[in-house]
């Protein structure tokens, strides 16, 4: 129950394309749903991230799209550029009381975008 | 702030050597998550402390991993004896450790191989 699945594995798009990464969880305590992006040789660091109290959340290129009764969210990158080439991990947690948070990470999606 | 600090960045080892990596999170944060992180099995947290106390290791694979955090500013996660299949990248991670305010931290890693 504490899984979060995420799919592709990778995804290759072309420059300006449009980027999509979904996940999906069972837990219904997780209230809480970032997307991390890791560059070769580096520590995840938070992109975005979102509550359940929104359905959508966008930050530049970047949105979040949450599904509640689907337990589905998905990151999408618009005008994808080369430099947005890396792992993108969804992941997500409950809140717990007077605690940070513990994230439960997604497999991760590798994305290429092609000049 | 230079970020959450992590030694060594790669270190190699032999079998059944002790192996200690380091951590430093950054100043004011109270939790401290360590994460491993390789290609079958993603993002996996090992063991979280909240003001330096440990609050859950359940995710520490077997006893021969153990984890410290002796004061607010470090923390070591220590493999003894070390075995080949603990090669990966061990990631240490802070927050400020309240429910709403949820964005971990992450340093770059230290990469361990085991031969």
């Known amino acids: 129950q504490q899984q979060v699945k995420q799919s592709p594995q990778s995804l290759i798009v072309q420059k300006g394309g449009i980027s999509i990464i979904n996940c999906a969880y069972e837990?219904?305590?997780?209230?809480?749903f970032p997307w991390y992006q890791q560059f070769p040789g580096k520590g995840p660091a938070l992109l975005i991230a979102?509550?359940?109290?929104?359905s959508e959340k966008k930050e530049g290129r970047f949105t979040i799209s949450f599904n509640k009764s689907a337990k589905q969210f998905s990151l999408h990158i618009m005008d994808s550029q080369p430099g947005d080439s890396a792992t993108y991990f969804c992941?997500?947690?409950?809140?717990?009381?007077?605690?940070?948070?513990?994230?439960?990470f997604g497999s991760g999606t590798q994305l290429t975008v092609l000049p | 702030d230079a970020g959450v600090i992590q030694s060594p960045r790669h270190e190699v080892t032999e079998m059944g050597q002790e192996v200690t990596l380091r951590c430093k999170p950054i100043?004011?944060?109270?939790?401290l998550f360590w994460y491993r992180q390789t290609m079958m099995r993603g993002l996996e947290l090992l063991i979280y402390?909240?003001?330096?106390?440990?609050?859950?290791d359940s995710g520490m694979p077997e006893d021969r991993f153990s984890a410290k955090m002796p004061n607010a500013s470090f923390s070591t996660l220590k493999i003894q004896p070390s075995e080949p299949r603990d090669s990966a990248v061990y990631f240490c991670?802070?927050?400020?450790?309240?429910?709403?305010?949820?964005?971990?931290?992450f340093g770059q890693g230290t990469r361990l191989t085991v031969v």
């Open positions: 991670a802070s927050s400020l450790g309240q429910p709403r305010n949820t964005e971990a931290f």
């Open positions: 837990n219904t305590a997780f209230d809480y």
């Open positions: 979102i509550r359940p109290d929104v």
């Open positions: 992941a997500a947690s409950p809140e717990l009381s007077g605690s940070a948070r513990q994230l439960t």
């Open positions: 100043s004011g944060h109270n939790s």
């Open positions: 402390f909240n003001n330096n106390v440990p609050i859950d």
